[in-house]
């Protein structure tokens, strides 16, 4: 897929240096064809990374896609230079009356606090409200996958004995989903999370549908019967050593981590990671803005409802 970004974002230069094909908007602007209009939501602290992770899978399309970068306006952001946030950022006011054809909200570290507590709480609840007459299909990921939950079914997160980090196999419960086509049978995913919810809270929801889930980690993919809404546990577009990264990071904090489970060769940190995951992520992506984004939007992008 052809992405519509500008060519001065950081992303733009390690895409293009991975043969991924990233179209200008001069050039865009000489296709006859609609594109479809995806808004991100960033609420992760690394944003420029997490903007290169999330374009890379959501290239995996023939479709032509415009990525509008959302922000918290009331939420001030201390790892992105505000230059950055200046340049290729919008606030939520300046695109509510605009309607898309999907959305990503990130993930946060901001887990063991009540939702309440989160000082952009308020925001990002308008945020989905407003994706409901607004927004064709909202995939939530991580910390916004248990945000989404609760703010429209009332499911309740649950903070675990020990932080849930490594790579682990998941089991596809319905293969006849178009989410999960052309998944393997057991699969594996990056988890990064101090909090859960569980199966049997997500099982009284009759419009909800565990997807996928691991022994080990719990529940992974729960959707909505239509796709309109998706919920994604664990952080698929992560990097092969993004865990690795966070695995340092609360090493300098004092916060004597696990090492992330299934990651490094033989429990050994100081050994590169494999990554066994990229396959499945870009699946998961493709799917999504194919069968669950494009095959469903209307062309008259106005007429979402």
């Known amino acids: 897929m052809p992405i519509k970004i500008p060519d001065k974002l950081p992303a733009t230069r390690q895409l293009r240096s991975e043969n991924i094909f990233v179209m200008s908007e001069r050039k865009a602007m000489h296709q006859d064809i609609r594109p479809l ?37 009331t939420h001030d952001s201390k790892n992105t230079p505000a230059e950055h946030l200046a340049a290729f950022y919008t606030t939520f006011d300046e695109i509510c009356r605009s309607k898309y054809d999907g959305m990503i909200i990130t993930g946060a570290p901001v887990e063991k606090y009540n939702y309440e507590e989160v000082d952009y709480w308020n925001e990002l609840a308008r945020i989905m409200e407003w ?41 596809i419960n319905r293969p006849t989903s178009k989410l999960v086509r052309g998944f393997d049978n057991t699969f594996y995913a990056p988890h990064s999370r101090n909090t859960e919810v569980r199966r049997e809270d997500i099982k ?59 990651y490094f060769p033989n429990d050994d940190p100081r050994r590169a990671p494999q990554m066994n995951w990229r396959s499945h992520a870009s699946l998961l992506f493709s799917n999504w803005l194919n069968y669950f984004v494009y095959q469903i939007t209307p062309y008259d992008i106005d007429s979402i409802q």
């Open 37 to 73: 209009k995806i808004a991100i939501v960033n609420l992760m602290p690394t944003k420029i990374d997490t903007e290169t992770q999330l374009l890379r899978l959501l290239s995996n399309s023939p479709l032509q896609v415009m990525i509008d970068f959302i922000r918290m306006d």
């Open 131 to 171: 994706s409901k007459t607004h927004v064709t299909s909202t995939l939530h990921i991580c910390w916004a996958a248990q945000a989404g939950l609760y703010y429209h079914y009332g499911i309740p997160k649950y903070e675990l004995d020990k932080k849930c980090t490594g790579i682990f196999a998941h089991k």
């Open 204 to 262: 009284k929801v009759k419009e909800l549908e565990i997807l996928a889930e691991s022994d080990e980690a719990g529940v992974y993919i729960v959707f909505t019967k239509g796709g309109r809404r998706i919920f994604v546990m664990g952080h698929s577009e992560y990097d092969a050593d993004t865990l690795a990264k966070e695995y340092r990071r609360d090493i300098e904090r004092g916060l004597n981590p696990d090492i992330p489970a299934h």
